[in-house]
């Protein structure tokens, strides 16, 4: 005879086709809504940790992983300080700062911007912003020349485009013989980037001596930002360079200006994760009723088993086999369906594009025009082993109630 006899009669169970239809409905119904349960599971969690890619490294790809400058003025003898940060361990790149909130004008047209004084040679290295450039490129920053490299979404808003004249007005006053008047300074527009999200309708950059000249600094500037190795230790490391410099200085990190869209992301992460969990719950409610009902189907079929001198546990294996099979099949193939569509997702999503002519993203609405995916194996095996997990679990109750049932009662009436 077959061994263990428990598996053996549990998937003859299974595989058997029953005279209750309804019953091999809900069976179905079970196995197939574990499998779409885990299947979204896997497919939407790629696509949040796509997402939560695509902004880590456009977003903080542009903006300082950590900056480190002098309390109230700027640095002055700042290449020695450059030099040394360096040569840190954790650090894989530095450079030089300058920064100004300012107003860009052009024929009536008034725009809020962050400008950065920059120096392209040392910037290419901390940045991703010449890998994003639209038009013109960064290279055309030249000292004294005059030259700024805008947002698309700025550029838009302007009206301006490569070779274009815009007007740059600092927020101070200075005194002239025709009385106090906002410092102002005509640049031209050397290029346009495009890196998506807000960043694109906020930051300006110009050359470092350029700035230097309208803040009037001369040879200072205002800080250093720092590239660290991993991102997610900058908060810590950057403290520690700060703490064991000559001097006082503060150090700022991308949790102050950005940690809050991040902490957003992985949030709703989680949030969407348990409620598309909820389905999974209900297939494995859906196998709990659907054990009960074969239970009261083969209450025969038990009691005789008793009589041939089947134990209780015997009598509870059979049907935990039974429902986990349900719970296996379903869960192993929403495991492949959603590997397979979180793999190929955004070549389906084109593909639906182009054949029905709509569009899921706007690009001028979204940072992206397409629907980005990562596929984690930490984050398929968790979905797998929770989803086996509550499948067994969900078989516990009915199997109990099978081994309960007592033969006299049940052939009673037989």
Same mark, same amino acid.
């Given at each position: 005879?077959?061994?263990?006899?428990?598996?053996?009669?549990?998937?003859?169970?299974?595989?058997?086709?029953?005279?209750?239809?309804?019953?091999?409905?809900?069976?179905?119904?079970?196995?197939?809504?574990?499998?779409?349960?885990?299947?979204?599971?896997?497919?939407?969690?790629?696509?949040?940790?796509?997402?939560?890619?695509?902004?880590?490294?456009?977003?903080?790809?542009?903006?300082?992983? #950590?900056?480190?400058?002098?309390?109230?003025?700027?640095?002055?003898?700042?290449?020695?300080?450059?030099?040394?940060?360096?040569?840190?361990?954790?650090?894989?790149?530095?450079?030089?700062?300058?920064?100004?909130?300012?107003?860009?004008?052009?024929?009536?047209?008034?725009?809020?911007?962050?400008?950065?004084?920059?120096?392209?040679?040392?910037?290419?290295?901390?940045?991703?912003?010449?890998?994003?450039?639209?038009?013109?490129?960064?290279?055309?920053?030249?000292?004294?020349?005059?030259?700024?490299?805008?947002?698309?979404?700025?550029?838009?808003?302007?009206?301006?485009?490569?070779?274009?004249?815009?007007?740059?007005?600092?927020?101070?006053?200075?005194?002239?013989?025709?009385?106090?008047?906002?410092?102002?300074?005509?640049?031209?527009?050397?290029?346009?980037?495009?890196?998506? #999200?807000?960043?694109?309708?906020?930051?300006?950059?110009?050359?470092?001596?350029?700035?230097?000249?309208?803040?009037?600094?001369?040879?200072?500037?205002?800080?250093?930002?720092?590239?660290?190795?991993?991102?997610?230790?900058?908060?810590?490391?950057?403290?520690?360079?700060?703490?064991?410099?000559?001097?006082?200085?503060?150090?700022?990190?991308?949790?102050?200006?950005?940690?809050?869209?991040?902490? #957003?992301?992985?949030?709703?992460?989680?949030?969407?994760?348990?409620?598309?969990?909820?389905?999974?719950?209900?297939?494995?409610?859906?196998?709990?009723?659907?054990?009960?009902?074969?239970?009261?189907?083969?209450?025969?079929?038990?009691?005789?088993?008793?009589?041939?001198?089947?134990?209780?546990?015997?009598?509870?294996?059979?049907?935990?086999?039974?429902?986990?099979?349900?719970?296996?099949?379903?869960?192993?193939?929403?495991?492949?369906?959603?590997?397979?569509?979180?793999?190929?997702?955004?070549?389906?999503?084109?593909?639906?594009?182009?054949?029905?002519?709509?569009?899921?993203?706007?690009?001028?609405?979204?940072?992206?025009?397409?629907?980005?995916?990562?596929?984690?194996?930490?984050?398929?095996?968790?979905?797998?082993?929770?989803?086996?997990?509550?499948?067994?679990?969900?078989?516990?109750?009915?199997?109990?109630?099978?081994?309960?049932?007592?033969?006299?009662?049940?052939?009673?009436?037989?």
């Amino acid at each position: 005879m077959f061994k263990p006899f428990s598996i053996f009669v549990g998937l003859r169970y299974t595989a058997a086709k029953r005279s209750n239809h309804f019953i091999s409905f809900i069976s179905l119904a079970s196995m197939l809504g574990l499998m779409l349960g885990v299947a979204a599971l896997i497919v939407v969690l790629s696509v949040m940790n796509g997402f939560d890619r695509e902004l880590k490294q456009r977003i903080l790809g542009m903006v300082p992983h #950590a900056t480190i400058s002098e309390y109230g003025k700027s640095i002055a003898d700042w290449r020695p300080l450059l030099a040394e940060l360096e040569q840190a361990p954790t650090v894989v790149a530095a450079a030089p700062y300058i920064q100004a909130q300012a107003m860009l004008t052009n024929r009536g047209a008034v725009q809020g911007a962050l400008i950065n004084g920059i120096d392209p040679a040392y910037e290419r290295k901390v940045s991703i912003l010449s890998q994003h450039m639209a038009a013109g490129s960064l290279e055309a920053l030249e000292q004294q020349s005059f030259g700024i490299v805008l947002g698309e979404l700025l550029a838009r808003y302007l009206g301006v485009s490569v070779g274009d004249k815009v007007t740059l007005v600092l927020p101070e006053a200075s005194v002239s013989v025709a009385g106090v008047i906002p410092r102002l300074k005509r640049f031209t527009v050397v290029g346009v980037f495009a890196v998506g #999200a807000e960043l694109d309708a906020s930051l300006g950059y110009i050359h470092l001596r350029d700035a230097a000249k309208i803040k009037r600094l001369g040879d200072q500037i205002d800080g250093i930002r720092l590239q660290f190795d991993d991102l997610f230790e900058a908060p810590r490391q950057v403290r520690e360079l700060a703490a064991g410099l000559p001097g006082y200085f503060r150090a700022s990190d991308w949790t102050r200006t950005h940690g809050n869209l991040f902490q #957003a992301i992985q949030l709703e992460k989680r949030m969407i994760g348990l409620l598309l969990f909820l389905i999974v719950l209900v297939a494995a409610f859906n196998i709990v009723s659907t054990l009960v009902m074969v239970v009261t189907d083969k209450t025969a079929d038990i009691a005789i088993l008793r009589t041939m001198g089947a134990t209780p546990g015997l009598v509870m294996r059979v049907f935990m086999v039974q429902g986990s099979v349900i719970g296996v099949v379903g869960t192993l193939l929403g495991t492949g369906l959603g590997t397979l569509l979180a793999l190929t997702i955004s070549d389906l999503i084109s593909w639906l594009e182009d054949t029905f002519g709509i569009q899921f993203l706007n690009a001028d609405v979204y940072f992206i025009s397409y629907f980005p995916s990562e596929l984690r194996l930490a984050d398929v095996l968790v979905i797998t082993l929770s989803a086996l997990l509550i499948s067994f679990l969900a078989t516990l109750y009915p199997a109990w109630r099978a081994s309960r049932t007592q033969p006299a009662e049940a052939l009673r009436y037989e």
